[in-house]
């Protein structure tokens, strides 16, 4: 997005306030994401159940963005190393996934070697979709697990 900024040769201030209003709607939707999130999982919007609800939030966008990679226009996507970044971040420090976590972190991160970002991003997608359910399931001796369980949520793992 910086690249398409600078064509428009704007001044200065243009420039700014053009930054201002992005960083103001990323920050609304951000916070309109959590709380969702929140009320969906049925997690408090403080303390440690709003770490909960950021880091779901923040792995459902993940998602989303690594599913972005498989259309035709890649360039503008935020790049995948950081992508993966707040994955690991999400499970190991704000859901406190412990060796799990850890292992999982591993696996994503052997995904370097990959030279194709689309390529790349659909083996990421293809270690959460086997992992992550394994991991809500035995997280801090399955807290989730039961309280999801408690909303009527389901995971099955293979």
Excluded: C
């Amino acid at each position: 997005m910086h690249d398409l900024v600078a064509e428009r040769q704007w001044t200065p201030d243009v420039v700014n306030a053009f930054w201002d209003k992005v960083i103001a709607e990323q920050a609304r939707r951000n916070r309109l994401t959590m709380e969702n999130i929140g009320k969906t999982l049925n997690f408090g919007m403080s303390g440690t159940e709003r770490s909960y609800s950021n880091a779901f939030a923040s792995i459902i966008t993940d998602i989303h963005i690594l599913g972005d990679y498989s259309t035709t226009n890649i360039a503008m996507l935020q790049s995948l190393d950081l992508v993966v970044a707040d994955i690991e971040k999400a499970l190991f420090e704000s859901l406190k996934g412990g060796t799990e976590a850890k292992r999982i972190n591993k696996l994503l991160n052997d995904t370097k070697s990959i030279r194709s970002e689309r390529d790349r991003a659909a083996e990421i997608l293809l270690i959460l979709e086997k992992e992550l359910p394994k991991f809500i399931l035995t997280a801090q001796d399955g807290l989730f697990k039961r309280h999801f369980s408690k909303l009527g949520y389901s995971f099955y793992v293979d």
